[in-house]
């Protein structure tokens, strides 16, 4: 079993950056992929990015390649997201997930365990 706590969320204006944390604690977190995903009030949940277990190979969703970084450190038992460029239209619960799987994929029914997430909100 593993949980997961988020951090690193907040307000800040158009255009700012933030960079996410999601700390594991438990066992068999490095040998799995690691997910981030959004909802924003009335919408459904959104992937955004996953990193595979080991050497960590990183996966985009189109809306989000090339201003979001996803990385990790095993040895902080932590995965990041580094949000660039922030848009009004990114304000929303960013949460992270453990994968089932070693390789990333973007669908969420593919993780089984998840953080409770952090608020990100981006002010025009």
């Known amino acids: 079993q593993v949980s997961l706590a988020e951090s690193g969320g907040g307000l800040v204006q158009a255009g700012a950056s933030l960079k996410l944390s999601c700390a594991a604690s438990?066992?068999?977190?490095?040998?799995?992929?690691v997910g981030w995903f959004r909802q924003a009030p009335g919408m459904e949940r959104e992937f955004l990015a996953s990193?595979?277990?080991?050497?960590?190979?990183?996966y985009y969703a189109d809306s989000v390649k090339g201003r979001f970084t996803i990385s990790r450190d095993h040895a902080k038992n932590t995965v990041y997201l580094q949000m660039n460029t922030l848009k009004p239209e990114d304000t929303a619960v960013y949460s992270c997930?453990?994968?089932?799987?070693?390789?990333?994929?973007?669908?969420?029914?593919?993780?089984?365990?998840w953080g409770q997430g952090t608020q990100v909100t981006v002010s025009s």
């Open positions: 997930a453990r994968s089932k799987y070693f390789n990333p994929t973007p669908q969420a029914r593919d993780y089984d365990s």
């Open positions: 438990g066992r068999s977190f490095s040998s799995f992929a």
């Open positions: 990193i595979s277990g080991g050497a960590g190979s990183p």
